[in-house]
């Protein structure tokens, strides 16, 4: 089993920036793949940054050019660097793995079988 505990979310300026990290722990070589998911009030939880292990990754279109995913096998770390923040980024946060090596949809919560709990991001 694998645990995912995020962190690093806050309240920010639109313009701002902020630095997401989860940590793995458990069977980690069960997280191949990793992305980050976020889910506002009343919407559906939406792919927004995907990792493979490849280090391929994959970025909605909404982030692309203003968020960046990284992963630290050694640390068993997936980072979300999210700058130029937009109120429109408000959400609750999700990182997520799964075992396998690529997924074909690497945005889509259903191809991740482990979630963490959240971590909260304002932009006001």
């Known amino acids: 089993h694998v645990q995912l505990v995020e962190s690093g979310g806050g309240s920010v300026q639109a313009g701002g920036s902020l630095r997401l990290s989860c940590a793995a722990s458990?069977?980690?070589?069960?997280?191949?793949?990793m992305g980050w998911f976020r889910q506002a009030p009343g919407k559906e939880r939406e792919g927004v940054a995907a990792?493979?292990?490849?280090?391929?990754?994959r970025y909605a279109d909404s982030v692309k050019g203003r968020f960046t995913i990284s992963k630290d096998n050694a640390k068993n770390t997936l980072c979300l660097q999210m700058n130029s923040l937009k109120p429109e980024d408000t959400a609750m946060y999700y990182c997520?793995?799964?075992?396998?090596?690529?997924?074909?949809?690497?945005?889509?919560?259903?191809?991740?079988?482990?979630w963490g709990q959240g971590t909260q991001v304002t932009v006001s």
């Open positions: 458990g069977a980690t070589y069960n997280t191949h793949c």
């Open positions: 990792i493979d292990s490849n280090d391929s990754t």
């Open positions: 997520a793995a799964d075992a396998r090596l690529w997924v074909g949809y690497p945005l889509l919560r259903t191809e991740y079988n482990y």
